[in-house]
């Protein structure tokens, strides 16, 4: 691989790490702080591309922003509902709404599969105008990216830090010890996932409008990707301030996506993509246990070296 196929593979990763690591900023709050695992990631984040898609191509980029946010909101407060309200285990009821979410977002893209994009101003357009004649020019898609992930990470790590952010810290630790405290459990998960989903929706309103087009599997797989990423970066980050860990969070999308793109960059046949991705994955999830053993595999095999050097004596 020449400098010019390593630099565009490093460009295309950066673009879509950035762009994922808001989906991984949201498990961050949801699996990480409050100590929910939503699985209706998927569904939240196609409905983000799809809302956003279609606010754009009514002509309105920059509402696109807000309207997938608000999607994603509603996506999270369906979820919160059915496990705090109804007594809904958070897993099955993840899934409950990820399978809803696909009908939904069939009826939200007008019952097409499809929203193209290619004739439709977007976010990603305006800032490609915006920059025109600047060094920057040719990098606006990464420009709009970064700026989304910094303002994410920025909200995130005040939010964390406010009286509401704590209580929702608190509840994933001990929801017995916030309930005991005078602090609504309920309201704290509701407002936690709402959050979450909305840097979801986010997330896939940029990812639609960066591909100029939204169909209804963009966001096929993205809870499982975006696992890895969060678990890639706490091993890289460790336990430091949510800031420090914020920023692991986007560190790890990037290498996760640096991966990929390398994968794709030697002409590996479409059907193995798959395979490659889950194999990643499964390093990724198995990295922190393999870390915590190694000093005891270690110990053993010095052990087994030294027995094995006094037999040969």
């Known amino acids: ?131 025109a004649g600047t060094p920057l020019e040719s990098q606006y898609r990464t420009v709009v990216a970064a700026l989304a992930v910094a303002l994410t990470v920025a909200v995130l790590t005040l939010f964390l830090n406010t009286r509401l952010g704590l209580a929702i810290r608190a509840t994933g630790n001990n929801p017995d010890m916030v309930r005991s405290s005078s602090i609504n459990p309920v309201f704290t998960t509701i407002v936690g996932l709402c959050v979450a989903n909305a840097f979801t929706g986010l997330s896939g309103c940029l990812m639609a409008q960066a591909q100029k087009s939204a169909e209804i599997n963009i966001g096929s797989g993205m809870v499982t990707i975006a696992l890895a990423s969060l678990l890639i970066g706490t091993t890289l980050m460790g336990r430091g301030s949510i800031f420090t860990r914020a920023v692991g969070m986007v560190l790890g999308a990037f290498l996760f996506r640096l991966v990929y793109a390398a994968a794709l960059r030697m002409n590996m046949p479409a059907f193995m993509l798959k395979l490659v991705s889950s194999i990643i994955v499964a390093l990724a999830i198995a990295l922190p246990y393999l870390k915590q053993q190694w000093p005891m595999i270690r110990r053993r095999l010095f052990y087994r070296s030294a027995s094995a050097g006094k037999g040969g004596n």
């Open 1 to 131: 691989m020449d400098l010019s196929a390593l630099l565009a593979v490093g460009q295309t990763a950066l673009e879509l790490g950035l762009i994922c690591s808001l989906t991984v900023l949201a498990l961050f709050l949801s699996y990480s702080m409050l100590n929910v695992c939503d699985l209706s990631t998927d569904g939240c984040f196609t409905l983000g591309a799809a809302v956003g898609a279609m606010v754009a191509v009514s002509g309105h980029p920059l509402l696109s922003i807000p309207a997938a946010m608000l999607a994603g909101v509603c996506s999270g407060f369906i979820t919160a509902l059915l496990q705090t309200k109804m007594g809904i285990d958070s897993l099955l009821a993840g899934i409950i709404v990820n399978t809803g979410l696909y009908s939904v977002n069939i009826a939200v893209m007008s019952g097409s599969s499809l929203v193209n994009l290619n004739k439709t101003d977007t976010v990603f357009t305006m800032a490609k105008d915006l920059l």
